[in-house]
């Protein structure tokens, strides 16, 4: 890509990417197929990178990392039609989505903690110039600062409690197959409590949690529709999926311990993020928030993994699936949440809710693909929101009935905030930014908006009414882990 000239048409480097993710998916959907059923790692590729400080290219996956791989080509894929209208600096933004995917496939394959945390670093770097180079002016600039400070300095966390797991592991390694097996820090302590501290604060500052979360919202309102769309999509996943491939496996008699905090971070990120959506006019800023309240689920739900007494491991192991399953689920529904809101503000040239009204007469595409992510958003059945949360609420529950209880009143509160924004956009007299008297033009979804946002609401819809595809992966992974971690 980077050897094409720069004076090629847009579409070529566009068609590119779009050929280099369907490629990827049929990559994926052939390891699908042949991915066993015993719950382990497999296409495992090992080669000593660093032998002398025992760091390896360990790369592999299983029932907890194949379907968040899959979800990566997914959005990718999405944002590379979506991308079809885009004509500024095409070479450079489609280089740095290609090399965003690459890093992102990569974390998620990774079973070294050094590769892991490349991976991870290189992911900020690339969406860091995305956001300020793509992104809307000067307020872009600072919000991609803001998020690369805030996320390298979680990082450097993480990194921290890498090298502490690292200092205690005989023979010293960093490889997280052998980390596993070997349980270095089996017994808990001050040290391993400091090392599994590291790296929740690293991974919470991904997620985010609260009280972590404020880099988010000005990184969503100022990035690209398609660095959003990534950003929440995949980017947000690197943090949850590292409680479930690193700190819960490796530090299983600490993660126990400490267990009751993730279940009340979880749920207080549900409720919080729920209300600060509600309160919110801007729709980016909206749903934004609403990741903080999804994610805020997963967290619950793996910390309700962890705790032992009152549950059984059925439950623990539903908590396990749930939190998978959702954040696939998130994924794929908020990433269409941020490319339409893309295209409204394409349209009208601002995310401020108060500008517009009455859209459904105008845009019936758009309104009717915006209600459907919506409400699969809120969890309604149907949709793959409910099988997750549903498999959460009923895992966390015998654990931690207090905070699961609070937890589900976010639901009620993500069903008004989204009922709020569909009756201001697209219900009542027609209303558009700027233009009083004659309606300015305010086109329908074209048909590469229509491409890329409708596949994630069909995949979205064949999960909630299909889910064992999905599920038959996930649970013999999910069961692997919850031994673990009772271990």
């Known amino acids: 890509m980077l050897l094409v000239p720069g004076t090629a048409p847009p579409r070529v480097f566009v068609g590119a990417w779009i050929g280099v993710s369907v490629l990827e998916l049929v990559l994926i959907a052939a390891v699908w197929l042949a991915l066993p059923t015993g719950g382990g790692f497999a296409f495992e590729q090992r080669v000593p990178w660093i032998p002398s400080v025992g760091i390896s290219y360990h790369v592999g996956v299983d029932g907890l990392s194949l379907p968040l791989v899959a979800l990566t080509a997914v959005l990718f894929g999405a944002c590379a039609v979506f991308a079809l209208r885009e004509t500024r600096r095409t070479k450079a933004y489609v280089t740095l989505f290609l090399g965003l995917q690459t890093v992102c496939l990569g974390l998620f394959v990774a079973l070294d903690l050094i590769l892991f945390f490349l991976f991870f670093d290189l992911s900020i770097v690339a969406m860091y110039f995305l956001i300020a180079g793509w992104g809307h002016g000067d307020r872009a600039r600072a919000a991609a600062l803001k998020f690369f400070l805030y996320t390298f300095l979680g990082s450097l966390a993480l990194l921290l409690g890498f090298i502490l797991l690292y200092l205690v592991a005989e023979p010293r390694t960093f490889d997280i197959v052998d980390l596993i097996a070997a349980d270095p820090l089996a017994g808990g302590g001050p040290y391993a409590s400091l090392a599994l501290l590291a790296i929740a604060l690293g991974l919470a500052v991904k997620t985010p949690t609260v009280p972590f979360h404020t880099w988010l919202p000005p990184a969503h309102t100022e990035a690209p529709a398609t660095g959003s769309a990534i950003l929440a999509g995949v980017l947000l996943k690197m943090g949850t999926y590292g409680f479930v491939r690193i700190a819960m496996p490796i530090l299983p008699d600490t993660w126990r311990q400490y267990a009751l905090v993730a279940v009340i971070v979880g749920a207080v990120s549900v409720i919080y993020g729920a209300l600060l959506a509600l309160a919110q006019t801007d729709l980016k800023r909206m749903i934004a928030y609403t990741s903080v309240n999804h994610m805020g689920y997963v967290v619950l739900a793996v910390g309700a993994a962890g705790m032992l007494a009152g549950t059984d491991e059925q439950a623990r192991q539903r908590a396990t699936t749930g939190a998978v399953t959702q954040m696939v689920s998130h994924g794929l529904i908020t990433a269409a949440l941020f490319l339409l ?4 503000h394409d349209r009208g040239g601002t995310y401020d809710m108060r500008a517009y009204s ?16 919506a409400f699969a ?41 989204f009922l709020l924004a569909l009756q201001r956009l697209f219900l009542g007299p027609l209303r558009l930014p700027d233009a009083p008297g004659t309606p300015r033009a305010f086109a329908d979804l074209r048909p590469s908006e229509t491409a890329a946002v409708v596949p994630l609401l069909v995949l979205a ?6 889910p064992r595809f999905l599920l038959d992966v996930i649970e013999p992974a999910s069961r692997t882990l919850v031994e673990l971690v009772a271990r």
Request: proline content about 7%.
């Open 358 to 373: 009455g859209l459904a007469a105008r845009t019936p595409s758009f309104a009717a693909a915006f209600a459907v992510a």
């Open 377 to 417: 958003s809120l969890g309604l059945p149907g949709f793959s929101g409910f099988i997750a949360e549903f498999q959460i609420f009923t895992g966390a529950l015998p654990a931690a009935p207090g905070p699961t209880v609070v937890a589900a009143t976010g639901i009620v509160i993500t069903a008004g905030l």
């Open 461 to 466: 819809t064949v999960i909630g009414v299909l």
């Open 341 to 344: 809101a893309g295209v409204l």
